[in-house]
């Protein structure tokens, strides 16, 4: 089994900063790719930032310069700092990580419960 989980989403004002975490645990092989999505009332997940093994990164266009992704490889986690918040950035926030599972053949994409982010005007 794996488990994927976020913390640190909250009510925050116009211009404030929010920090998400998400812990990756259980029987993991390796994790390759991991990643913060996100998802609006009415509107599809979308991608916010995605970051390698290695450490490079990718971003959303609607984020850039203004939240980053980093990893901690060896404690399997991922976080999600997000500054200069604007009321458009409210949504649930999901975790993602593609790995290999001990004992289990190919890597597969998980993801997490999801956190709440709500940015007010």
């Known amino acids: 089994q794996v488990q994927l989980v976020e913390s640190g989403g909250d009510l925050v004002q116009a211009g404030g900063s929010l920090r998400l975490s998400c812990a990756a645990s259980?029987?993991?092989?390796?994790?390759?790719?991991m990643g913060w999505y996100r998802q609006a009332p009415g509107n599809q997940r979308e991608l916010v930032a995605t970051i390698t093994t290695g450490g490079s990164t990718n971003y959303a266009d609607s984020v850039k310069g203004r939240f980053t992704i980093s990893r901690d490889n060896a404690k399997n986690t991922v976080y999600l700092q997000m500054n200069s918040l604007k009321p458009e950035d409210t949504a649930v926030y999901y975790c993602?990580?593609?790995?290999?599972?001990?004992?289990?053949?190919?890597?597969?994409?998980?993801w997490g419960q999801g956190t709440q982010v709500t940015v007010s005007s």
């Open positions: 993602n990580a593609n790995l290999l599972r001990i004992g289990v053949f190919g890597s597969y994409d998980y």
């Open positions: 259980g029987r993991i092989y390796r994790i390759n790719a």
